[in-house]
């Protein structure tokens, strides 16, 4: 068997020694005598694997103490609904800041609140992101919301754009950093809630972390089941149902493996590395290849690219998949290419990206 390097958006790459892990802890886990996925939620193998997950990310992010942590059921875009059913009362003022699809896609989840664009990159195609000043804040607002990470548009925050995070005064900063958590060390404290779904850089999806500030739990929210409620699953330490146990499994060792290599100050040289090998090559190619994002604020995470025609997409992918290279395609939003580069993409698989980027450029261009 030859695992390629997979590039792809989400489901994503996960570390090899996890995977092989996994494999054996798939049969029978520690001296359980049963699988991982046999066994109850309630008993003590599965909760010293929960109390773990939650102490290593708790390191790995440097989450402060007067955070929770929830390991909610599903997707990132769940928690876009659930945010606002839990910190916005009915009719309350939202402040939301669009810089792509994820940020449109989160305004879709909102019911019951009053929202407001405070500014938005899509007259711009999402190439940019709105400077601070032009951004229309409301002082009433239960939230401002961004997205630290466009996965699609390949669009970032990053300190070339300007103060990262952005400063929203005394409203709480919300941000979903699904595609980008742990790929750099962040400063918790200047956001009041932080979620992402887990299957870019935190391990397999159906399963999210919400990282948030625990006085901001007391607000009263709107109406909601208690199964919606973040207040009743803290007390009920994210097992108010039956949690999907093997992805909080997978997490948590994917957790570990990135505390192993160094953490997140780690994870942030080998994505300027990674990311700085792959932007050379697009635009040092002579125009062959193309990345139309702004430099400031162009993605270390995902990055989308375009070939001279679209008519020679179908080559790249398939000679791409033939040197062993997967996960390519660009979304059907953009078209073209994208890579994304998460934490368990190797500074090799970009390498080797890279090389056959310039091989492919000899024959076509
Ligand atoms: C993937 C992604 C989502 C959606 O995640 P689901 O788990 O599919 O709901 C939301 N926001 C960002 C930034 C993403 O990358």
């Not at 991982?36 to 010293?48: A, K, M, N, T």
């Not at 839990?86 to 792509?100: E, H, I, K, P, T």
């Not at 999907?244 to 505390?259: D, E, S």
């Not at 990055?303 to 040197?323: M, N, Y």
Request: charged content about 20%.
């Amino acid at each position: 068997m030859t695992r390629a390097y997979n590039f792809s958006p989400g489901p994503a790459a996960l570390p090899e020694t996890v995977l092989r892990q996994a494999q054996a802890d798939m049969l029978e886990f520690g001296d359980a005598g049963a699988s991982i996925v046999e066994i109850s939620h309630r008993g003590p193998e599965f909760l010293e694997l929960a109390r773990q997950a939650e102490a290593d990310l708790r390191n790995l992010i440097e989450i402060p103490d007067d955070y929770a942590v929830l390991f909610p059921a599903g997707g990132a875009t769940t928690q876009q609904a659930l945010i606002a059913l839990n910190f916005a009362a009915a009719g309350q003022r939202v402040d939301y800041v669009v810089s792509g699809h994820w940020g449109r896609t989160a305004l879709k989840q909102l019911v019951s609140v009053d929202v407001n664009v405070a500014a938005s990159g899509e007259a711009d195609g999402f190439r940019t992101i709105p400077a601070r000043e032009s951004w229309r804040l409301s002082k009433d607002a239960a939230y401002v919301h961004v997205t630290a990470n466009e996965t699609i548009h390949g669009v970032e925050f990053r300190p070339a754009w300007g103060q990262v995070p952005p400063d929203t005064g005394d409203v709480p900063l919300f941000a979903d950093f699904s595609s980008s958590i742990a790929s750099e060390p962040i400063e918790v404290s200047k956001y009041g809630l932080i979620y992402a779904g887990a299957q870019k850089n935190l391990g397999p999806v159906g399963i999210s972390v919400v990282i948030v500030r625990r006085d901001l739990l007391e607000r009263a929210g709107q109406p909601r089941a208690d199964i919606f409620d973040y207040r009743s699953q803290l007390k009920g330490e994210s097992m108010l149902n039956t949690p999907p146990t093997w992805n909080w499994y997978l997490l948590g060792q994917t957790v570990r493996w990135m505390i192993d290599e160094g953490g997140t100050a780690e994870f942030d040289r080998r994505s300027d590395v990674k990311s700085t090998l792959l932007y050379g090559a697009i635009d040092g190619s002579g125009g062959f290849y193309r990345n139309e994002v702004a430099p400031e604020v162009r993605s270390r995470m995902n990055v989308p690219f375009f070939l001279p025609d679209a008519a020679l997409d179908g080559a790249f992918l398939s000679g791409a998949r033939e040197a062993g290279l997967i996960g390519l395609k660009g979304h059907r939003v953009l078209g073209g290419m994208r890579a994304s580069i998460y934490n368990a993409m190797p500074v090799e698989g970009v390498q080797a990206l890279v090389d056959y980027m310039q091989e492919f450029q000899k024959r076509h261009g």
